[in-house]
């Protein structure tokens, strides 16, 4: 019962985790890429209070049950895809805090000191190439996380 409680838990915040990136890739870092500098800096900054307390959140619980099911899962098989897409849950989690997080915090900064300085298109660019990194993450550890799915409940 708690391998499938933990499986229903894992499965659907893999499942936030890449539907939501994917959907801010798809259509909200097009939308970011063509904006003036102002513009973008405003837009950018407005966006953050809509995905942070709750990506944040459904990743840590992400993390929680996934570590359950990699120690839990009945079968080898399970065990090593829980944990790969554990793995994958990770890598988003510390892309997002070791690039993003901090690249928005800087474009905190230059709403509060102003100014925005010339060398923001290139952090636009590190962001956007940040956010794929962690979207292929994310929808790496969905699909992965299926298939553990499948191999407990088949």
């Known amino acids: 019962m708690l391998v499938a409680l933990l499986a229903v838990v894992f499965l659907l915040c893999t499942g936030v985790l890449a539907g939501a990136l994917i959907a801010v890739e798809r259509a909200v870092v097009p939308m970011l890429l063509r904006l003036p500098r102002q513009t ?7 966006l953050d209070p809509g995905f942070d307390p709750l990506m944040p959140t459904v990743n840590k ?10 120690v839990l899962a009945p079968g ?7 944990a790969a897409a554990l793995a994958a849950v990770a890598g988003v989690a510390l892309v997002s805090e070791l690039r993003n997080v901090r ?3 800087r474009i905190d900064d230059w709403a509060a000191a102003g ?7 290139a952090l636009r660019a590190r962001w ?4 794929l990194l962690r979207t ?14 499948w191999l407990v409940w088949a």
């Open 128 to 131: 956007a190439r940040a956010n």
């Open 40 to 46: 973008w800096s405003d837009v950018h900054r407005l």
């Open 76 to 82: 080898a098989a399970a065990k090593a895809a829980f």
């Open 103 to 105: 690249m928005n915090r």
């Open 136 to 149: 292929c993450f994310a929808a790496l550890a969905f699909c992965v996380a299926l298939g553990g799915c």
């Open 115 to 121: 100014e925005i300085p010339g060398d923001w298109a």
């Open 61 to 70: 619980v992400g993390l929680a049950a996934g570590l359950g099911l990699a």
